[in-house]
């Protein structure tokens, strides 16, 4: 079964710190990776998404990750976090399941940035 | 703009009891998901339709079962509730044809006592 593993379950950076959060997957088809971000008291909300092409992929709000097929990896990048960044981030994977798509998430990484 | 609508934000109910949580959205999707969310976890998901009547298991699927007559509504049902229950009770949807991006609706804290 696939699976999406999110090492980091707590960071805490001071502002202008850089971020990386990693996020590995187990699947050996097509997968398409996604990033969501929840902040406090709101909705999950897309923050990026890697179908095919560039691995490098931009999203919202100054982020970007990028997919290494051989490492199955998609870690999530920030040159300069703010305090307005302190949310929860979820990895996630497309995956075929019997005759639809289904959309797994990793454990979330819970992100404060310290003013 | 799009909406994903859960019937009930708090719910409490008893353990043994059958629960009926309801999940509609405006959008046309083809793709719905109930996910429950638990701190350190993440969002686990519980089923999917891929269409009317369609249903897959996902990856935790047990004391659960799901109802989809209609395009718009995912009914996600626990036949006998238990403490082990209580969580956040997420619910999505997204086109199907390019798997874009999934639509969230505002959760369900469902407690069993």
């Known amino acids: 079964a696939q699976s999406v593993s999110q090492h980091n379950h707590h960071v805490i950076l001071s502002e202008a710190a850089s971020l990386e959060l990693g996020c590995n997957y187990s699947?050996?088809?097509?997968?398409?990776l996604f990033w969501y971000v929840q902040y406090p008291g709101q909705h999950l909300q897309l923050l990026l998404k890697?179908?095919?092409?560039?691995?490098l992929v931009k999203g919202i709000k100054g982020f970007e990750a990028e997919f290494i097929k051989s490492k199955f990896s998609f870690n999530l990048r920030k040159p300069s976090v703010q305090w307005s960044d302190t949310a929860e981030y979820f990895c996630?994977?497309?995956?075929?399941?019997?005759?639809?798509?289904?959309?797994?998430f990793g454990g979330g990484t819970r992100l404060m940035v310290k003013p | 703009d799009v909406k994903v609508t859960q019937s009930s934000r708090y719910l409490v109910k008893r353990t043994g009891e059958k629960v009926f949580l309801e999940c509609v959205q405006d959008?046309?999707?083809?793709?719905m998901f109930w996910y429950r969310q638990d701190p350190g976890l993440g969002l686990r998901l519980i089923y999917f339709?891929?269409?009317?009547?369609?249903?897959e298991k996902g990856d935790i699927p047990e004391g659960y079962s799901v109802s989809r007559e209609k395009k718009e509504r995912f009914s996600l049902i626990l036949e006998s509730a238990s403490t082990n229950q209580t969580s956040m009770y997420l619910c999505?949807?997204?086109?199907?044809?390019?798997?874009?991006?999934?639509?969230f609706g505002q959760g369900t804290r469902l407690t069993v006592v």
């Open positions: 996630a994977v497309n995956a075929l399941r019997g005759a639809g798509n289904m959309l797994t």
């Open positions: 699947y050996g088809g097509t997968v398409n």
């Open positions: 959008m046309d999707h083809e793709n």
């Open positions: 339709s891929y269409d009317v009547k369609m249903k």
């Open positions: 999505a949807s997204r086109r199907d044809r390019d798997l874009s991006e999934a639509f």
């Open positions: 890697y179908f095919s092409g560039d691995p």
